[in-house]
DNA sequence: AAAGGGTACAACCGCACAACG
DNA sequence: ACGTTGTGCGGTTGTACCCTT
């Protein structure tokens, strides 16, 4: 099927929204709503489809949008959903009251990349395998941070009274190597022996499985792996995808909010960290 | 003061997907 | 099951503005 873009067809205007335009727009959706954006430019009176009508309301005229520069907070908070959720902007937009996608793409590409790749060498340094973070990827940063954090196999094992808090989360390969691997945040502190212990049923046969994201079609979490030979990270294909055991835990809709989760439903917080 | 380069941000484009007939 | 439509999303581009020389 070939569809000719909607701004193709003639007489629609392109290019930056005058105050004229906005006025109407803005008029028309607090009188009517905008229940169908390509009826709307028509019963509005505007000569602009209905896709840069819903463009342009949505980033720039909802009357909750918050303008302005972004603060510290929300710097910090971009960084971190950031490594989470990768350049899931709607995801990271949905955790920032009053910010857009947009302008959190543009934050993204105009400052914090830059100001990222400054500390890049110095987390490239305290990755073992000193393999350094690409921050163009549009994949989650877990997979290199990971990485760098799984213990070798030869390391001594952690008894279950070392663990300090949920973000050493322990796992079992088909082998039957536990390997600890450390997930630092400095906005997780939980209790001790309060996550819960994942055994090899769980994850899969050839490699451990992270599960990043859970997939909105239901059909069940995708990730990454690592590898139980050579503790490798595996970049997390588009289809990998895994079944959730039945185990009772609760699917939420994005890798962080699965995390909180799991930590929460183990009895290690009594409420989300507050992002 | 003018030119050139860099930056920030608004807007567009194309694709994916869900809903619906 | 299939085609069509509407919407949402991420990547990219265009341009106004700022800074440096």
Redesign the pocket.
């Known amino acids: 099927?070939v569809?000719a873009?909607?701004?193709?067809k003639m007489g629609l205007?392109?290019?930056?929204?005058t105050p004229e335009e906005d006025q109407v727009l803005i008029s028309y959706i607090q009188r009517n709503g905008?229940?169908?954006?390509?009826?709307l430019p028509k019963q509005a009176g505007l000569l602009?489809c209905?896709?840069?009508c819903?463009?342009?309301w949505?980033?720039?005229l909802r009357p909750d949008i918050k303008r302005g520069?972004f603060s510290r907070e929300e710097e910090e908070t971009i960084i971190k959903l950031h490594e989470m959720l990768g350049?899931?902007?709607?995801?990271i937009a949905a955790r920032l009251p009053g910010r857009t996608?947009?302008?959190i793409?543009?934050?993204w590409?105009?400052?914090l990349k830059?100001r990222l790749k400054q500390n890049q060498v110095t987390l490239a340094t305290a990755a073992t395998n000193n393999k350094s973070f690409d921050l163009d990827s549009?994949e989650p940063t877990i997979p290199p941070l990971l990485e760098s954090l799984v213990h070798s196999p030869t390391s001594p094992q952690p008894s279950s009274s070392e663990i300090s808090s949920v973000t050493d989360v322990s796992m079992s390969t088909q082998n039957g190597e536990a390997n600890n691997v450390e997930i630092k945040s400095e906005d997780m502190e939980y209790s001790k022996e309060s996550f819960p212990l994942i055994d090899e049923s769980f994850w899969s046969d050839d490699s451990v499985f992270l599960p990043t994201e859970y997939s909105?079609?239901s059909s069940g979490f995708s990730g990454f792996n690592v590898d139980a030979q050579t503790q490798d990270a595996v970049a997390p294909m588009a289809d990998d995808v895994q079944e959730w055991p039945s185990d009772g835990l609760s699917l939420v809709d994005n890798g962080m909010d699965f995390w909180y989760d799991l930590f929460i439903r183990a009895g290690g917080a009594e409420e989300l960290p507050d992002f």
């Open positions: 099927m569809r873009p909607c701004c193709e205007k392109k290019g930056p929204w905008h229940g169908n954006w390509r009826a602009r209905g896709k840069s819903r463009l342009r949505i980033n720039y520069n350049n899931r902007w709607s995801a996608d947009n302008e793409k543009n934050v590409h105009t400052h830059k549009s909105s079609n």
